[in-house]
């Protein structure tokens, strides 16, 4: 009997660990960041009486998730978007419909005043390294500030963090006494990271981070950025027009057309075998390093419709060389045409699952 009930206890109890180890499995494979049909419209308002007259279609239904430790690379023209992905994942805007969610909990219609904590969770860095820093106030105060505002150190701690932040993105303590307008354009970015990552964040948005900057210097950030993200396993959401530069960054692309995502897939099945003809175009046009190697370009048609009267159909059968009467009428849904490859695409049969 009593053998019998030692039996039972260690069996529970293996039971229980393994259950405990695939929870914990399950609980580190969750996304940091999870978007679900996200759509951001802006009202035109016109008239004498300022009625909404149309509606601008920034984002339409936009889905896609990111892993600790991962780069989700978002490319496209401008205006198609990108940004304003950004921009309403961080809540700078409030989303038109969809949903937002964070480390497991949704923050979509968390009211602004009451996303605080979620703040501390995702940070930006923003585009031009000089406006998005406070010229009057020293490089050392603007790091240090959201530990002030959190209320997370003062005093010689804080001063001690600052120190700490500033020799992570490669710039001198001394510095912390200078003025942005001292630094140049990539220090100034990297008193942005150094800011981005006070308050220890698990998501950063990087909207073009580097397309202000020279070429040299580009590297070098980047090259920061991928050493910060293996140093501390941060999930990254950078935003981008330059295909070489997602390409070196990212992990996974997702390409965007006039709101929508047309194209996701890991970056190597995306450069090496591309499954919708606006990606085609796109990488037909990155420049060939070898001046003896030719690529044959890829010039599409028109120009981009307006997002406030987006085509039917596919939004890109206006400008495809492949266009079929189907993509006139029917809008073509984000499915897996390959494994791990996605595309919104009527040319392409969905595989089998």
């Known amino acids: 009997m009593v053998i019998e009930w030692l039996a039972g206890k260690v069996i529970a109890c293996g ?15 969750s996304p940091v960041l999870e978007i679900q049909d996200l759509a951001k419209h802006f009202p035109v308002r016109g008239g004498f009486l300022s009625r909404v007259s149309a509606n601008v279609y920034a984002v339409d239904g936009v889905s896609f998730s990111i892993q600790a430790g991962e780069t989700l690379g978002l490319v496209g023209e401008s205006g198609c978007g990108k940004s304003t992905v950004g921009k309403t994942v961080l809540r700078l805007l409030d989303p038109t419909a969809g949903r937002v969610i964070l480390n497991g909990e949704d923050i979509t219609k968390v009211p602004r005043e009451s996303l605080r904590e979620q703040r501390r969770q995702m940070q930006i860095v923003f585009q031009d390294p000089y406006s998005s820093l406070n010229p009057r106030m020293p490089s050392g105060k603007i790091v240090g500030e959201p530990l002030e505002n959190y209320g997370l150190k003062s005093g010689k701690a804080k001063d001690e963090a600052v120190v700490a932040l500033f020799e992570r993105v490669g ?33 950063i948005v990087a909207d073009e981070p580097v397309s202000a900057l020279d070429v040299s210097v580009q590297a070098q950030v980047i090259n920061l950025l991928m050493d910060l993200q293996r140093e501390l396993n941060l999930a990254y959401l950078f935003i981008s027009h330059d295909l070489a530069v997602v390409e070196h960054i990212s992990h996974r692309i997702a390409v965007m057309y006039l709101g929508k995502i047309v194209e996701l897939t890991d970056k190597r099945s995306l450069f090496e075998a591309p499954q919708h003809p606006y990606t085609e175009a796109l990488l037909s046009a990155v420049p060939v390093p070898d001046p003896t190697q030719k690529r044959d370009r890829i010039i599409l048609r028109g120009d981009v419709p307006s997002p406030m009267n987006p085509p039917p159909g596919c939004t890109f059968h206006t400008r495809c060389p492949y266009v079929e009467d189907i993509c006139r009428v029917e809008v073509p849904p984000l499915q897996e045409v390959r494994p791990s490859h996605y595309a919104a695409c009527h040319l392409r049969e969905a595989i089998s699952s």
């Open 15 to 29: 039971v229980s660990m393994v259950e405990s180890i695939v929870g914990q499995s399950e609980q580190s494979r």
């Open 171 to 203: 710039l001198r303590a001394e510095q912390a006494a200078k003025y942005p307008h001292e630094f140049s354009g990539g220090q100034r970015q990297r008193l942005g990271i150094a800011r981005a990552l006070a308050l220890n964040p698990d998501l």
